[in-house]
């Protein structure tokens, strides 16, 4: 129905990357592109013009950067969401964000993959906070851990989703801790690759590693997926 329909006002300044991400945004399911500019002032404007829900805003633009423009947008105490998308991952680019109260940042260059669970997160969340009810403690820790589950799923250079799902459905099916090689055996993948998917999602505390000793030779790594956290 529309008034379920999450707004979109979308701010970047390439052409190309503007349709793309238009593609993007209207093929996850309950929002639409209300609007589209390509400067913080014409952003701006639209903003007050519009009144989307949502701002999927560039960080890096000519003339006026998407921070001070979020900055604007809260002395100004409009209420609009912003998720921002930067080609920055250091710390104090993300602090800044963080603190200029965005509800999700994206590193470019993102997948459609990583662009829809945010709008799914953000969705769940949005349709929450519209409930007359009130919010529970419950409901309200619900909503930090997805928030904190979707940054988890951004992968490191080299690391690839379908293949962390592979290892993940694999590990979903195994009750004992098993090897790298018994796990790309399942998985169809080779062992190296898997170790390290395996040693990923270990740092990320979604699989515990146990040593298994044998009679001879060097103890064998095994691993057991967690059995909370990280879900497909």
Not at 122 to 127: E, G, I, L, P, T
Not at 134 to 153: C, N, T, V, W, Y
């Amino acid at each position: 129905m529309e008034q379920n329909i999450i707004h979109v006002l979308l701010i970047e300044d390439d052409p190309m990357v503007q349709e793309v991400n238009r593609m993007f945004i209207e093929k996850v399911e309950g929002f639409s592109v209300k609007g589209i500019a390509s400067t913080g002032d014409e952003g701006l404007e639209k903003l007050m013009e519009l009144s989307p829900d949502l701002i999927l805003l560039d960080i890096y633009m000519p003339k006026q950067d998407g921070l001070s423009l979020i900055q604007e947008i809260r002395e100004r105490n409009i209420d609009v969401d912003i998720i921002a998308v930067t080609a920055a991952n250091d710390t104090k680019t993300v602090k800044a964000l963080l603190r200029a109260g965005v509800v999700d940042y994206i590193v470019k260059p993102f997948t459609f993959e990583r662009l829809e669970t945010a709008l799914s997160q953000y969705r769940d969340m949005h349709h929450g906070l519209k409930e007359d009810a009130p919010i529970s403690q419950d409901k309200f820790d619900e909503m930090i851990k997805l928030k904190q589950q979707a940054r988890g799923r951004e992968l490191p250079k080299g690391l690839h989703g379908h293949t962390l799902n592979q290892v993940l459905e694999c590990l979903k099916e195994m009750e004992q801790p098993r090897s790298a090689e018994e796990i790309g055996a399942a998985a169809g993948l080779a062992r190296v690759t898997v170790r390290r998917y395996l040693n990923y999602l270990e740092s990320i505390g979604e699989v515990d590693m146990h040593l298994s000793y044998g009679t001879i030779g060097r103890p064998i790594q095994t691993y057991v997926l967690k059995r909370r956290g990280m879900r497909t």
